[in-house]
C-alpha cells in the first residue's frame, strides 16, 4: 500500500490544516514533549514554503464535554517555545470565531485549536463537522500517526473535502514500521515483553515468519513458561491462553523462528518497592512468588544476539518496571540496543516502552522511536488503520 506524501501535494503559499497528535495534556499540564518535538519537522517544512498552519488534535477522553483540564491550551506555550514563534490559541476548533481567526491567519502563523474531542462529531465522524473543520484550510496533512486507529472526523473526514498527503512524521512512522515487516536487515530480533499476550497475540503472529528470533519477557512470558509447564505460582498470567502460547510456541517451530523465554526471573513476594527481591531459575520459583523482571543470567544471554542483531524491536517492558527495582532488564536492554545505532535498525514502539525510554533521556539513541501506542501495534499486527486508508494513493 501507498499513501499520499507531502512531496505529492501542492502545499506552497497554502492555508494548511495540519492534524497533530497532542494527546499529552494531563490536569492541565504538558506530561511528554516527545510527540510535539516530532512533529516539528513538518511545521518547519511547512512554515518554509510559506503556509499558514492551522493545528488541530485531540487529548484525552472527554467524550463529547468541555473539560477545562482537558484544554490543549498549554501545548501552544511549549510549542512556541520550541519554535522560538508566536502560536495563538483558538478557544474551539469549529464556529464563526474559528471561521474569523483562520480566515485572517497570515503566512507564517500559526494557531492552535482547541481539544476536537470537546465535540462528541469528532469520534462519531460527523460530516458536517468534518466540513465545517475543511472550510477552515486549502489542504489537509495529517502527522497523527499515534491516532491512525481511529476513524474519527479529523482523521478521516476532513481529508475527503480537501487536497491531502501524509505529513513527515506519519510518512517515518509508516514507512520504518511497514518495513520491519517487508524487508528488514537480518538476523532480525523481536523483543516483545508487556503485561498480557491478549494485547500482542496478532503482533506476536505477524512477527513469526518476519523475525529470526523473538524473545518473550514481561508477564507475558509467565503464560508462555506455563505452557511448557512451569509453575509461576503468583506471578500475573493468563490462563486462558496458555493454549494459544503453545499455539505460538508450534507456529515458531513451522517457521523456523528462534523463539526464547526467560532462563531466570527477578521474585517477590509483594508488588511494592522495598520488597525482598531475589533472582531464581526457572521452575524454582517458591510459594507466594511474583516474577516481576527478568534474571540477569538471561538478559547476559541476549548480548551475543543483539551483537549480532541487524534489525532489533522492542515492544513491551521486560518487567514491572514503574518501579525501579524491577526496571533493570528493561534498562539493560535501552542500553544494548542504543549501542547498535548506526550498526543495525534498532526501533522501539508502543506507548509504555517509548515513555520508559524518554524517562531514561535515551529516546534520541535508537533509529526510530514510534509515537504510536495502539496504533503501532495495529500496523504491525497487519490492521489497516483507517488514517492511512484515507491517505492512500
Ligand atoms: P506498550 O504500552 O509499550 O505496548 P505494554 O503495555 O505491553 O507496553 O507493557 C508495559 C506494561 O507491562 C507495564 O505496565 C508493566 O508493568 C507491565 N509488566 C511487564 N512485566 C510485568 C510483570 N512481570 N508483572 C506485571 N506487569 C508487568
Ligand atoms: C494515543 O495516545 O494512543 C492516541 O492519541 C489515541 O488516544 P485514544 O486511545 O484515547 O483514542
Ligand atoms: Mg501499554
Redesign the pocket.
Known amino acids: 500500500m501507498n499513501i499520499k506524501l507531502l512531496k505529492d501535494l501542492d502545499y506552497r503559499n497554502k492555508k494548511v490544516y495540519l492534524r497533530v497528535d497532542y494527546n499529552v495534556v494531563e490536569n492541565s499540564k504538558v506530561i511528554d514533549e516527545f510527540r510535539i518535538e516530532q512533529s516539528l519537522p513538518t511545521i518547519k517544512e511547512l512554515l518554509a514554503k510559506n503556509c499558514s498552519l492551522i493545528l488541530a488534535s485531540h487529548n484525552g477522553r472527554p467524550e463529547g464535554k468541555v473539560e477545562k483540564s482537558l484544554s490543549l491550551r498549554p501545548v501552544a506555550q511549549v510549542l512556541a517555545n520550541l519554535l522560538k514563534r508566536k502560536v495563538s490559541f483558538i478557544d474551539d476548533c469549529v464556529g464563526q470565531e474559528v471561521s474569523a481567526e483562520a480566515e485572517a491567519l497570515k503566512p507564517g502563523e500559526i494557531m492552535l485549536l482547541e481539544n476536537l474531542r470537546f465535540h462528541e462529531a469528532e469520534e462519531k465522524n460527523n460530516s458536517l463537522f468534518a466540513k465545517s473543520m475543511a472550510r477552515l484550510a486549502e489542504v489537509y496533512v495529517d502527522d497523527a500517526f499515534a491516532n491512525a486507529h481511529r476513524a474519527h472526523a479529523s482523521m478521516v473526514g476532513v481529508p475527503k473535502y480537501l487536497p491531502h498527503a501524509a505529513g513527515l512524521l506519519m510518512q517515518k512512522e509508516f514507512e520504518t514500521l511497514t518495513g520491519l515487516l517487508k524487508s528488514p536487515r537480518r538476523p532480525f530480533l523481536a523483543v516483545v515483553?508487556?503485561?498480557?499476550i491478549s494485547?500482542?497475540i496478532e503482533v506476536l503472529k505477524s512477527l513469526i515468519g518476519k523475525a529470526d528470533i523473538i524473545f518473550i519477557?514481561?508477564?507475558?512470558?509467565?503464560t508462555f513458561l506455563q505452557a511448557q509447564g512451569f509453575d509461576v505460582e503468583k506471578?500475573?498470567t493468563e490462563p486462558d491462553l496458555i493454549d494459544t502460547a503453545r499455539e505460538i510456541i508450534e507456529l515458531s517451530k513451522n517457521k523456523k523462528v528462534d523463539l526464547i523465554l526467560p532462563t531466570d526471573l527477578v521474585v517477590a513476594k509483594a508488588?511494592k518497592p522495598g520488597a525482598n527481591k531475589r533472582t531464581v531459575e526457572v521452575g524454582k520459583l517458591e510459594k507466594g512468588d511474583?516474577?516481576?523482571?527478568i534474571g540477569k543470567e538471561t538478559m547476559r544471554s541476549l548480548i551475543p544476539i543483539i551483537k549480532k542483531a541487524k534489525t532489533i524491536f522492542w515492544?513491551?517492558?521486560?518487567?514491572?518496571?514503574?518501579l525501579s527495582d524491577?526496571a533493570l532488564a528493561s534498562k539493560d536492554l535501552a542500553y544494548l540496543m542504543a549501542l547498535r545505532k548506526g550498526k543495525a535498525e534498532t526501533v522501539i514502539?508502543?506507548?509504555?516502552?517509548?515513555?520508559?525510554v524518554e524517562k531514561l533521556g535515551m529516546h534520541n539513541r535508537y533509529s526510530f522511536v514510534s509515537t504510536g501506542?495502539g496504533a503501532s501495534?495495529e500496523l504491525l499486527s497487519g490492521k489497516q488503520l483507517p488514517a492511512l486508508e484515507a491517505l492512500r494513493t
Do not use: H, P, R
Open positions: 515483553g508487556g503485561a498480557k494485547t500482542k519477557g514481561g508477564a507475558m512470558a509467565n506471578s500475573l508488588v511474583i516474577a516481576l523482571d515492544n513491551g517492558t521486560l518487567g514491572y518496571a514503574e524491577y514502539g508502543g506507548g509504555d516502552t517509548t515513555a520508559f501506542g501495534l
